[in-house]
């Protein structure tokens, strides 16, 4: 790769975020019935972690990482950390 697109990607990269996604489905008491999305998102240049019941919400938790929803910033929960991660 030239230089000049080396530090191009150097550049954007500068501006990227990462995201780790976990999705697992939570089975009723009735196995009958399909169990409900859950999971979690963690934004790995913070290390916050973000527990979500509705995949929908993946979107919005982006988002407020990328600037782009400064209105949901205040509606989108506090990160949770796991009990093992706390000291």
Same mark, same amino acid.
């Given at each position: !790769?030239?230089? @000049? =697109? @080396?530090?191009?990607? *150097?550049?954007? +990269?500068? %501006?990227?975020?990462?995201?780790?996604?976990? /999705? &697992?489905? +939570?089975n009723p008491d009735n196995s009958d +019935?399909?169990?409900? &999305?859950?999971? &979690?998102l963690e934004h790995v240049q913070s290390? @916050? #972690?973000?527990?979500? #019941? $509705?995949?929908? =919400?993946?979107?919005?938790?982006?988002? *407020?990482? /990328?600037? %782009?929803a400064d209105e949901l910033a205040g @509606?989108?929960? !506090?990160?949770?950390? $796991? %009990? =093992? =991660?706390?000291?």
């Amino acid at each position: !790769m030239p230089e @000049q =697109d @080396q530090g191009i990607m *150097t550049y954007f +990269e500068a %501006e990227a975020h990462s995201f780790v996604v976990r /999705l &697992w489905r +939570e089975n009723p008491d009735n196995s009958d +019935e399909p169990g409900e &999305w859950r999971g &979690w998102l963690e934004h790995v240049q913070s290390g @916050q #972690r973000h527990y979500f #019941r $509705a995949v929908t =919400d993946i979107s919005r938790i982006v988002a *407020t990482y /990328l600037g %782009e929803a400064d209105e949901l910033a205040g @509606q989108v929960f !506090m990160p949770i950390q $796991a %009990e =093992d =991660d706390k000291e």
